[in-house]
């Protein structure tokens, strides 16, 4: 495949008088994570209704491409290309973990011996052996959602959509999925990921994209969207209280913590912002003991974007780290 692993162009879809997605672009890299990330009712799952194929978009919709096929005129072959584990499981609750995967080899054409092979590897790589014999209304969530994935993958897919893989897991079941995840894109799969959990995109996502009122109000890296809010800022810690004062008659903008000899100064955390403070305090022959960059998390981010704010819908720079002790 050449090209992205997604690619929609203004992509619609109304019900009724209802638009839920109101021309949205997505390109997607191949091999990496995108997490499309939005309150409840955003969209989200319509989204990845229409792009694995279970729902048409608009005819007003431009074109869509998923896996290099034509979704109006190759829905098989995207068919082919991708998995889909959605909100609701798949998994049969009347049957066993293993007749459940058994079932999936069939739907795929595998012949009964390949089938048995596909499923006990999955079973294990999933940690499902033990529960393998069980019936799966006997599994807890996490290991629904695990079997739900190990279905998926019994046709290789080269694309999945997960559709808020996490929503009800507890915290270790949450971590176990995300390693999952992580795990699959290290095998150069692309993963389309749906959440409302802001800590789960900036944990896992190479990009993100914040669905609200039907188009995408900011798309960037996790650090890039944090850069996008006010709130950002420097803290210099100093050990003399020496260089703190004078530190602070040079930096005469920063807010001061004199019990813990420390400066505070309002900066969007780019290298150029940090290389102009670290100047003045070079110039004043003044060395910081510690230098920190704290900018606003993804809560702050989708607080602005999804609750009405006055910022801008960019992020101006290139990203920076998170934290960044010196
Ligand atoms: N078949 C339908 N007919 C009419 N309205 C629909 C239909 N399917 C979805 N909607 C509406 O479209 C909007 C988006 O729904 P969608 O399920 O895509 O949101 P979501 O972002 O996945 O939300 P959640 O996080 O709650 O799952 C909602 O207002 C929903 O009520």
Do not use: C
Not at 1 to 29: C, E, H, W
Not at 113 to 118: F, L
Not at 224 to 237: A, D, N, S, Y
């Amino acid at each position: 495949m050449t090209g992205p692993a997604i690619a929609a162009n203004s992509l619609r879809k109304s019900y009724g008088d209802k638009t839920v997605l109101d021309g949205i672009d997505l390109t997607v890299p191949e091999g990496t994570i995108f997490s499309l990330l939005g309150p409840n009712g955003a969209g989200k799952t319509t989204a990845v209704k229409i792009l694995s194929t279970l729902i048409s978009p608009d005819r007003s919709s431009g074109p869509v491409h998923v896996g290099g096929h034509d979704l109006a005129t190759h829905p098989q072959a995207v068919r082919a290309a991708i998995g889909v584990t959605g909100q609701f499981s798949a998994v049969d609750g009347l049957i066993t973990g293993e007749e459940n995967m058994l079932l999936m080899a069939d739907l795929h054409h595998l012949s009964r011996r390949e089938g048995r092979r596909v499923a006990a590897e999955l079973l294990e790589r999933f940690d499902l052996v033990d529960a393998a014999k069980k019936p799966a209304s006997t599994y807890s969530g996490g290991m629904k959602r695990r079997l739900d994935i190990a279905m998926t993958l019994v046709g290789d897919p080269r694309i999945i959509f997960l559709d808020e893989p996490t929503t009800g897991l507890d915290p270790r079941s949450r971590h176990t999925m995300w390693g999952i995840i992580r795990e699959l894109v290290s095998d150069g799969v692309t993963v389309f990921l749906t959440t409302q959990y802001l800590e789960e995109a900036d944990e896992l996502a190479d990009r993100i994209a914040v669905l609200h009122d039907g188009v995408i109000a900011a798309e960037g890296t996790a650090q890039e969207l944090k850069r996008i809010v006010p709130g950002g800022h420097v803290r210099l810690r100093f050990t003399d209280p020496a260089a703190y004062r004078s530190a602070a008659s040079a930096l005469s903008e920063a807010v001061r913590d004199e019990e813990a000899l420390a400066l505070q100064l309002p900066s969007d955390g780019s290298q150029r912002a940090l290389r102009s403070v670290l100047d003045r305090l070079d110039s004043s022959g003044i060395e910081a003991g510690e230098l920190t960059v704290h900018t606003p998390d993804l809560d702050d981010v989708f607080f602005a974007l999804t609750g009405g704010a006055d910022v801008p819908t960019q992020p101006a720079q290139p990203a920076q780290p998170k934290e960044n002790v010196r």
